[in-house]
């Protein structure tokens, strides 16, 4: 064998065969070519054949010899190495392979595996691995002169199991990580096997389970502990899961009762491997996880408890609740916003809750809303909300910043209510003081009006005598301005019934006509004097109705007054009166100023005014139209006011029920018997002096013989030498008031005289307290003599 390769050494082919037959060996370590042994030749012949990478060091110099596939490793250092020292070759790893060529040339085969190179491959370095075999080498009289070595690359072998011990590695640490991640979260792992029905586990699992260790369990002993209830449930997700193409995992919650009788709440996710396809597919095993849930279950119970006990609270609150989020998002409106708003959760949570509000109030109730999340401050804004019946009513939203139990700003909690109604009756309160100091600014005037006539007159008086022309005249003007003024007194008077629901109707069954004839009658000389045309148009049937007649004389004259005095001079007015269906109608009409369309409605309204200037041209209190109002409702009836606008004039529309047609026939006023009355000795008592002269004057013009004093001491003083038959007594003295006047006259013995109480205080609780005390009459300040000789005509024995 070693002479077979003796004769192909020189005819070798390849590169490192041409190499050694050129090459010059001079001072070569290893001399030349046909110097060799003959055991060198064999083994520079067999490696020369090699397709393993191999070389071999001869000679005590160790020279250095290689075949191609070796080239590769050596890289730059081929070809200067063919023939140098082995260590000057591989001077670099010299300390790692020094000590194995020491070793073979001491005739020990040594074997080194993995050794690790850098070889330049592709224009580039790059990591390898070689596996070494060095073996002794001995000349022909048996003395060890060299070594050989065959390289084996390993390179592929290396990185597939570095690869290997990687994946080792990384599965490893992902298992140890999964357990952490198990374990931290609380979760057991598990594995199912159809086919065995073992369930592995890990020890979380059998202690989430109250079993001892992480022993391989038979599902059996499992599913014993399941809670009855929860069990189809767990088996129907199970099944679910293995139902799709692809593997479905599930996750269940359900109950279990563990060995010691613990109930605990369990959360188990899963997911079954399959094999097969179609009709022959098949679950292998199941493979998940499963949790203690129990407390978290206990917690959401509290919590759905709470949150169902605050929902009954705030759905039974009379007011919206409502929460936000951080953001200011709002995530909560109780019962009442939707009753309210008529919105949905959908429309209403988040910012939509914005879109109820009054297109005027919205941005200003959003902004105040978004500023107090963002500062954490008070919130209080009031706006007007749409109801679900498309009005608007005013609402007030309060609402302060809440916090969690770690301090963390947790949102906004607040409540709405409906301040409407309270907002009505503030803008009601502040509507009638407006008209109230109105009111009070114009009865300043309306009574100055007639006072500063009368005063001028009173003042020049003095000045007329002898011209009894001039002194008419003053005295006419001067009972027209006191008329107005108990015109004006009388309408006040009426206003204090009204707001105290005093005013009592007298109801018998009249013609309407009478009532109409009756207020021409009282108003013709107010509308002559203003120059206007009256036309009355009164049915050829009467209209009965039952009715006070006083109260619809007041009613019909108040229109015919309103006609008079809101009429330019030389105007027109007309009252008419007719049926219609079932009840009587009468409209009095005028082509004066007319009433703006706004205030239709309100000019029944207690002191409004349509012209409400300081310039305004006609006078009054506002008060008239309220009585009219007044007095029809209390009649069952209604009134109305009509007009196409300013300078358009006015239509008021009364209609009055007609009365049964089984009622007798209709009333008439009597004529009041004006003839002479009988002398009767008159005690008038009033601290007013003048009040209490002018008033024995007035009783003096019809007949009777007056004494008038100025208190209720000299009343008494001179009541037995005066004897009177008739006593018209004040009520509001200073000392004794009439109340006791009247109380001491009762008292004294002999025949008692009539008493009448003479006083300004008008109200019917005024009135009967005066026949308490005494009194068989009640006559309202100022009166008239017509009134004074109704009533000693009807009342006193004439005494001789």
Known sequence: MAHGGTLGFLDAPGEMAGMMRRHDWSGSPLGPPDGWPQTLRSVVGL??????????????????????????????????????????????????????????????????????????????????WFTFSYSPVADEDGTIAGMYCVCTETTRSVLAEAARDAQTQRLSTLAEQRQLALDAAGLGWWQYDPATGIVTHDERYGQIYGLDGAAPRHVDEINRLLHPDDAPRLWAAVDAATKPVLPERYAVEYRIRRPDGNVRWLEARGIPTFEGEGASRVVTSFAGTVADVTDRRLAEEVLRENEARFRLMADASPAALWLTDPSGVCTFLSHQWYEFTGQTEEEALGLGWTTATHPDDAEAARAAFIEANRTRGILG??????????????????????????????????????????????????????????????LAHELRNPLTPISNALQIWPRLEGRPEEAARLREMMGRQVRQMIRLIDD?????????????????????????????????????????????????????????????????????????????????????????????????????????????????????????????????????????????????????????????????????????????????????????????????????????????????SIGQQPLAVYDGAAALQRWNDFAPDVAFVDIAMPGMDGYEVARRVRD?????????????????????????AGFDHHLVKPTTIDALHDLLAAGAPARE
């Open 381 to 442: 804004i009031e706006y007007r909300l749409r109801a679900k019946d498309g009005t608007y009513r005013w609402a007030i939203d309060l609402g302060r910043p809440w916090y969690s139990e770690a301090g963390e700003y947790a949102g906004m909690v607040g409540v709405v209510f409906d301040i409407d109604a309270r907002k009505r009756a503030e803008e009601a309160v502040e509507e009638a003081s407006r008209r109230k100091d109105q009111f009070l600014a114009t």
């Open 748 to 772: 004294l013995s002999g025949p008692t005289p009539m008493l009448v109480a003479l006083t300004g205080f008008g109200q019917d609780e005024d009135r009967r307290r005066a026949l308490d």
């Open 492 to 700: 006040l008077l009426d206003v204090s019934r009204i707001t105290r629901g005093k005013i009592e109707l007298r109801r018998e069954r009249l013609d309407l006509a009478v009532a109409i004839r009756g207020a021409v009658e009282a108003m013709e000389p107010f509308i002559e004097s203003h120059g206007h045309a009256l036309r009355v148009v009164l049915p050829a049937q009467p209209l009965h109705v039952e009715a006070d007649l006083g109260r619809l004389v007041q009613v019909f004259g108040n229109l015919l007054h309103n006609a008079a005095k809101f009429t330019e001079r030389g105007g027109r007015i007309e009252i008419a009166a007719r049926r219609e269906d079932d009840a009587a109608v009468v409209r009095v009409r005028d082509n004066g100023s007319g009433i703006p369309r706004e205030m239709l409605r309100e000019i029944f309204e207690m002191f409004a005014q349509a012209d409400q200037t300081l310039g305004r041209q006609h006078g009054g209190l506002g008060i008239g139209l309220t009585l009219v109002e007044t007095l029809v409702a209390l009649h069952d009836g209604t009134v109305e006011a009509n007009s196409e606008g300013a300078g358009q004039g006015s239509e008021f529309v009364v209609r009055l029920p007609l009365a049964a047609d089984a009622a007798t026939g209709p009333s008439t006023v009597s004529d009041r018997d004006l003839s002479s009355l009988p002398s009767r000795r008159v005690l008038v008592v009033d601290d007013v002096q003048s009040s209490a002269d002018t008033l024995a004057m007035m009783l003096s």
């Open 47 to 128: 490696m020369l054949r090699s397709r393993f990478p191999m070389f071999v060091a001869w000679g005590p110099r160790m020279g250095f010899l290689y075949n191609d596939a070796y080239v590769d490793i050596l890289g730059a250092k081929h070809p200067s190495a063919l023939g140098r020292a082995f260590e000057d070759i591989w001077w670099e790893i010299w300390d790692d392979v020094g000590p194995l060529a020491h070793r073979a040339l001491q005739g020990e085969a040594t074997y080194v595996e993995n050794f690790p190179l850098i070889m330049s491959r592709k224009g580039y370095d790059e990591p390898t």
